[in-house]
Nanobody, 120 residues
Framework: VQLVESGGGSVQAGGSLRLSCAFD????????MAWFRQAPGKEREGVAV????????FVTPSLKDRFTISQDNTKKTVYLQMNFLRPDDTAMYYC??????????????WGQGTQVTVST
């Protein structure tokens, strides 16, 4: 399973970004795809997960009012829509596949990450 993230960048507080995670044709039809983030000096934090076969989603409660995870199976892509961004959302965002919920240590496949920087 190869994962390629894109869509990161710099944005002012209150703005929006949509991250994309493209996965390859070898990805199983029923797999958990998740987004994590890691800010400098902090532990990796689970953001959202989607079960690709059923489309079931879960977003960390502290983020669910601003972040949404979705998928486009025809494009084999998972998205993370982030609205009303704040400076404390600044982090490297990673896509991961084939793990359990938002337990980052359970995920074996990771993308290279995409940087999100939110300024005041």
């Amino acid at each position: 399973v190869q994962l390629v993230e894109s869509g990161g960048g710099s944005v002012q507080a209150g703005g929006s970004l949509r991250l994309s995670c493209a996965f390859d044709a070898y990805t199983p039809a029923n797999v958990r795809m998740a987004w994590f983030r890691q800010a400098p000096g902090k532990e990796r934090e689970g953001v959202a997960v989607i079960y690709t076969q059923r489309g079931t989603t879960f977003v960390t409660p502290s983020l669910k009012d601003r972040f949404t995870i979705s998928q486009d199976n025809t494009k084999k892509t998972v998205y993370l829509q982030m609205n009303f961004l704040r400076p404390d959302d600044t982090a490297m965002y990673y896509c991961a596949a084939n793990g359990t919920g938002l337990l980052h240590r359970s995920y074996k496949r990771w993308g290279q990450g995409t940087q999100v920087t939110v300024s005041t």
